[in-house]
């Protein structure tokens, strides 16, 4: 089956996410990365362009020059991936829609909740496919935790505890010169969120996605701890959902120590689910008579089966892959794993929600807030 | 060195605790039961008496009788332990305080915080020692944990997050005759709180004692999941130390599968502490430059050290054991004992004020609310 | 029911085992300990009878004069515990037999087979119970392990892996004027297996009391890494067992850094079982179509049900309780507990033959070596 | 930089270790997959072809024709990779040999001994670079192991135990149309040894790599649990090392419930190393002075520094990236990496030379038997 061409913007040298994409997408064994604007600096984007296989003349100064490139070609880029910090992912992702590309964006979706209700609506104009790597939800153990709770085999959701803890923020690090650490503190690039933004909208969107449920309201305690810091670093946050349960969300990212401390507990009414990134192929289930059983892909009774070397199941690069993979099988016909198994745009207008409300809720101290 | 004579109030046939106070007074060298009000039935309490090794003749129908008549021999009991339900707690204790007992009671203090603050009063005016057995404030690696953190080695905390989540009242089983169940969810014997009180005290206890911080205002979500229940058993909370702390606390009866779900992680300015009771011997230590230190009674470089044997440390009975140790350390003249390593008068009102907080913030769905 | 009384040969002060010996008979709530012989030094038993609530007049200075002196009571002892340095294990215990009294014994049951061996034929001739404690065949969950291999649960049992590693003399601690170790490395006072005597015993006993199989012959290389020292600190052992099974032991008392490296692992050919002292009370069962359960004492199909509480299954305290409640069934008439799930001198005399083949084949460089 | 031109033997539809070789090439940064003979049936070499992106014109029937072609493109392979079964790796490397390509061979080096020893002399003889990929050894935290041995950090090895447990073949997958059991278990593609030379040899390697010292002497029981199986799915094995310590190394492919059941434990005269492949990132270290630490890729004082993303460092795929970089590394002129950090062919000779040992001296029930 002949490859997809894929376009980047963003992901230059020194990114982490940018090579996930295109691994992902090279693994997905569906896309083929023919372009990329990795660069506004011309030389640095030829370089970037050399680490990723792709030609010096498909490497672009922006978006905006690589879609005009690109459109004029016939085997030009099909779909747009987009792997730069927040504020770009807009501009990026209306140029692609306005050009008839499909887009694959990282997270979150936008820098604003006003920002991606316009992507919203963008995308509802036009033609093109959006779906947004929520990395963890391409896991193929997270999917079949989903699919258990869909399935009623814990019963109903009461309450749902997730962290998501990192420590490498517990210093200035963004006043010392760390590139990757100046952005996501910096509200110009990376919105209104830091931490909440940054890592929070990976607990909240994953508490959401297994469960089928949605969050209807919160109370937040958004902090800064590191003196000097322009955006939160920390958040501990109670959600109701429009089911009936509670909610925990804890996420930090002056977690001293924790480098993954990314966890998901889930109690029905019959059966519970954890799970914990540090073992992130496992998945402990609760069954109604409270037998304990330690999931994994060799196990027996999954409901979601896929095929994954041992051990390469729960890296972020096999989320990616797994990720491209839908995506291709999006655009091959089926969109209905758009906002369903794959996130969409709906995920990313969610999480931009519930960012904001959070960090406003919590500055003026209020208590229960809706999140509708 | 003669062994201090012991009473205990409660603990009858079927009971959890009565054991563990008598062999953990046993373990500790010091103590000898020599009376007990087991059971107001007089056959029961004279059955718990054999199993306890206590004469029959000294085995009494209630506090007032065994209290009397122990006061009128020469080799009576010098302290009473009370091993009841919550709401016996409180005449117990005032009747040995007006005959000069000392206490070592279980937790909580009493029903109700104003019972809490009635019995300071009295300790206040009489001459007994009053300790509080919050057993996971006896074991040796817990007061390794506060001690570091006293130290200064973790500096200035930063976020506590603690959790304890059981699932044996997932189902209605005070409904379906079990005892244990029965007076826990019944406020004329457990006083207003449920779940909180009974779990979730031992979770800010510990929060509050690791820290060596208190808890200034919270926010409570304090729920009850299973029908026809009249107390609550699920509880998820925010917290904000007086030194400027964050914390959550989530506690949970219905938390299907989990059998001693109890944690406590505390993240500080250059260090961390970890603690999982399914673990209760090891403490996880990060440390200033990010190394990860596992923690164990055998470690080099302990602050506090108890000859315990290996596996034993963390036993419930451990706690107990060392707990009672230092009651008679108290009895016998370091009374600053109480109130620093060993829980008094004051965690009780302290921890009652926590569940009144909460379930009254929680009922009417009130934002940060003062905890002084 | 009247308590059976107990009398004690050694467990004097210092001691680790006495005390687990007297609270584990206590916790049964069928033993209390009346008499005892805890030390040569007159002064050192008074002391340690004040710890154990016996009476000074029955503070004896050795086995032969409280055998004597207790006999000759109507209240006098009526059976004997075992807690001294394994070459006082033989005396000690003919002097009960040729008394009447039933013997537990600590673990291993002498200091040499033929000592064993002169122990079977005594007891063979005698009217006394024997039971020895190896602690850990008295946790529920190694006799649910037990029952699922007996119930064919995991089929024909295929390979045994079973460690037990503590590095507790990775040094000349023995050398050093430490007690505990110095009759460890003794081989007056321990006889001819140091390591190998002291927990290679215990995790040979627990691979033939699991699997319920016999193991036929071994492969031994029997170390002593540490200069001077006169007995083994290491072994690892290649078994076959009369089912056909293999084997692998490595047992060290050098593995620096291991506390309780206590683990086994057995393969059927359907199912597996693991466990790991570190986490006592959970079994790790695999069955036949490959699922992954964690077992613990609130899991639903157990085959084996003790209630203890929460935490306190896996203590080595716990294991006594259990084992000297089984004693006390034996003696009210269940004999044949002894032998099945209570260890008995069948088991000592293979576990002392293990000891001695495994030293003396390990000498020889010798290949495979009966055990028959 | 200029990429390295690899062509690939082997690694067709449904070849797990194909796509880790290419994948892990393309990761290194420095190399490109450009030819294949990925299988002599046509049609599946050009849609193998096709999935890993190599032209139609340049996949090839077999390795001799691919050699041939490419030898007369200015454009033609530089590097042979290996990843076929083992009867097919002696022809593919001595043709790449003789046309003086370099080889990245998968392990293990050949199917027999005499087969290694060959490859040994050819390579001598030769001028190209040979490097095998016993991928673990290219993870960076097992890489620090090594590292902290060599540098005296445990001080002298005393003990090493090793596993390695799968459970795929507890039944005759084999007999079932199972091709990757097939070949595995069939003498004429496997060699003299199935699960030993399978995964053994990874497990016999590391213990070898770790500790810097090589493996003097062993005791083997090699066994084949599975009836009608031709070759070996079970082994335990004693080892003394050359430096004196011992060792014990138990492998097998019929441990029901294991995925990937990897550990080594190495403790020295005053320290300790341990590994678990199922948390692969993270070398539990244990100090002189009893201190247990837990070491990953963001710990300090690491003597090694690999930059791979958080949670991918224990991959497959990165031990392959990081080989694969090496190999670059050495093309480029550092050669003094193979036989050092990367596996080389004395690792190949040195493991063939364990399986045959060990297989036959099980067969004839030996004692010790010289490795040398």
Not at 196 to 221: M, Q, R
Request: aromatic fraction near 6%; hydrophobic fraction near 45%.
């Amino acid at each position: 089956m002949a490859k997809i061409r894929l376009g980047m913007v963003g992901g230059g040298i020194g990114s982490f996410i940018g090579p996930m994409h295109q691994l992902g997408a090279q693994l997905s064994g569906r896309f083929e990365l023919v372009a990329g604007a990795f660069s506004s600096d011309p030389e640095r984007a030829r370089d970037a362009g050399a680490n990723y296989g792709v030609a010096p003349d498909r490497c672009y100064a922006g978006h905006a020059e690589m879609i005009a490139a690109e459109k004029a070609r016939p085997d030009g880029i099909q779909v747009l991936a987009i792997a730069t910090p927040n504020h770009l992912h807009l501009p990026a992702a209306l140029a692609a829609i306005e050009a008839g590309l499909h887009v694959m964006s990282d997270k979150p979706a936008t820098a604003t909740l006003a920002e991606a209700e316009q992507l919203r609506d963008a995308l509802a104009a036009g033609t093109s496919l959006y779906a947004l790597t929520f990395t963890y939800s391409g896991f193929p153990i997270i999917r079949e935790a989903r699919a258990r709770i869909a399935a009623g085999m814990i019963g109903a959701v009461r309450k749902v505890v997730v962290t998501f803890n990192q420590g490498w923020l517990a210093n200035a690090l963004e006043q010392a010169g760390n590139p990757r650490a100046a952005w996501r503190m910096d509200p110009s690039r990376s919105g209104v969120g830091g931490c909440i933004s940054d890592i929070g909208t990976h607990a909240f969107h994953l508490a959401e996605y297994v469960t089928g449920d949605t969050v209807s309201e919160i109370v937040a305690d958004v902090r800064t701890h590191v003196p000097g810091r322009a955006l939160d670093d920390d958040a501990n946050i109670l959600m109701r959902f429009a089911g009936g349960a509670s909610g925990v969300l804890a996420s930090s990212q002056v977690a001293v120590g924790e480098r993954l401390g990314f966890t998901l507990q889930v109690f029905g009414e019959k059966g519970a689910l954890h799970w914990h990134a540090e073992a992130p192929e496992t998945l402990r289930f609760i069954a109604a008579d409270g037998a304990v059983s330690l999931l994994s892909p060799m196990s027996p009774g999954l409901l979601v089966r896929e095929p994954l070397p041992p051990g390469f199941g729960g890296s972020i690069l096999a989320g990616f892959a797994v990720q491209y993979r839908d995506f291709a099988k999006a655009i091959d016909g089926d969109a209905a794993l758009i906002g369903t198994v794959l996130p969409g745009i709906e995920d990313g207008v969610r999480t931009m929600r519930f960012v904001e409300t959070a960090v406003q809720a919590s500055a003026e101290r209020a208590g229960w807030t809706a999140l509708a």
